[in-house]
């Protein structure tokens, strides 16, 4: 039997069985999340799935967790995965179990009773349904798209399937009036996803989670990474820089939490000629940028160099570069 988890907007640890969300401090809440988490809460409230679509490192699953945490209900987790099955959503028999009964009470009659009964272990889209919780589905188009078909009939008919436990009488189970579900999902595009199927995508609200603006970008690089907000600027605005307008570069937001996390635990600040800082930016930056080519070459070095010197000041600068505005929003 999977376990149920704690979820916060940020983290979830494991616990016992089954548990109330609670929200995170480190989570950021600027106008642009509030717009969404408040018309994610309007559609569950009208008893609709909400799936939060976008590009990798945008914030897709802290959304999930953020809006379970604000729904307030216990929380089941499910991580989409290539090799599931059906079954590993819903459940499965694990085989028969016999128990026998011998009475000879009376010595010259022996009465024997076999009874076998079916065991039937849920799994955690069937424990959801069944008690009502939230059921968050990360990244559930990695699972294949026939192995979720299981899920259009509790979406929109309030009904889960159970074609194992038919023989048992039970084939389906009514879905609880508090079953909510919260998808994520990464584009079709990207290696290890699947396309999915229409029907499903109709039976819930997609909403397009894109880039953040540069004030949420900047409150989450700062409070993940608890670098000074001014410092923190630097990074958001490299990192920002970076993707340009045609989004060359496909970092989401954990490059410049990892920089700006490293530069904090090592007491350092993001300045140009820093031998150090530029190495840092080169390698956490180069993932993406390593794919840009010119004549064979990668031009990522060169690119990242550049823009170390247009954003941030020289070493023994404390000055502001004038490019760098800091915008603080309550
Ligand atoms: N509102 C927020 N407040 C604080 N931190 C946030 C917020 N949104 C995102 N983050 C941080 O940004 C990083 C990326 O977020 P997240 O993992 O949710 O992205 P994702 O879209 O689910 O990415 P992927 O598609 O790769 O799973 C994480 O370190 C997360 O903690
Ligand atoms: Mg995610």
């Keep these: ?97 016999k128990s026998s009964l011998v009475d000879n009470y009376i010595h010259s009659v022996l009465k024997t009773e076999e009874q076998m009964n079916r065991m039937w272990v849920d799994n955690r889209l069937t424990t959801a349904c069944r008690n009502g919780d939230t059921l968050i589905y990360d990244e559930f188009n990695r699972s294949k798209a026939d192995t979720n078909n299981v899920l259009l009939s509790v979406l929109s008919e309030g009904i889960l399937n159970l074609p194992g436990l038919r023989g048992a009488g039970e084939g389906y189970m009514d879905v609880h009036p508090d079953f909510r579900a919260i998808f994520t999902s990464n584009p079709e595009e990207y290696a290890g996803t699947h396309k999915t199927q229409d029907a499903l995508m109709n039976r819930m609200i997609t909403i397009n989670v894109g880039l953040a603006d540069r004030d949420t970008e900047l409150q989450i690089l700062h409070a993940r990474s608890e670098l000074d907000l001014k410092e923190s600027a630097y990074i958001v605005d490299i990192v920002r820089e970076l993707r340009g307008n045609d989004h060359e570069t496909k970092h989401g937001l954990r490059a410049g939490i990892a920089i700006a996390r490293i530069l904090q635990i090592q007491g350092m600040k993001p300045r140009y000629g820093d031998k150090l800082f530029h190495a840092i930016c080169q390698d956490v930056l180069s993932m993406e940028t390593a794919k840009i080519q010119h004549a064979g070459q990668s031009i990522f070095h060169k690119m990242v160099e550049d823009v170390i010197r247009k954003i941030c000041p020289p070493v023994g600068s404390e000055a502001v570069k004038v490019s760098t505005k800091i915008k603080v929003v309550e």
């Design 1 to 97: 039997m999977i376990k149920n988890k704690t979820v916060s907007s940020s983290h979830y640890e494991v616990e016992d069985d089954l548990i109330v969300p609670e929200a995170s401090d480190h989570f950021v809440v600027t106008s642009y999340v509030k717009e969404i988490i408040e018309r994610s809460l309007v559609y569950l409230n009208a008893g609709y799935p909400v799936h939060f679509a976008g590009p990798s490192g945008t914030g897709k699953t802290t959304l999930a967790f953020h809006l379970a945490a604000q729904w307030g209900r216990p929380v089941t987790l499910l991580q989409g995965n290539e090799e599931f099955v059906s079954s590993d959503l819903t459940g499965k028999d694990i085989g028969y179990r």
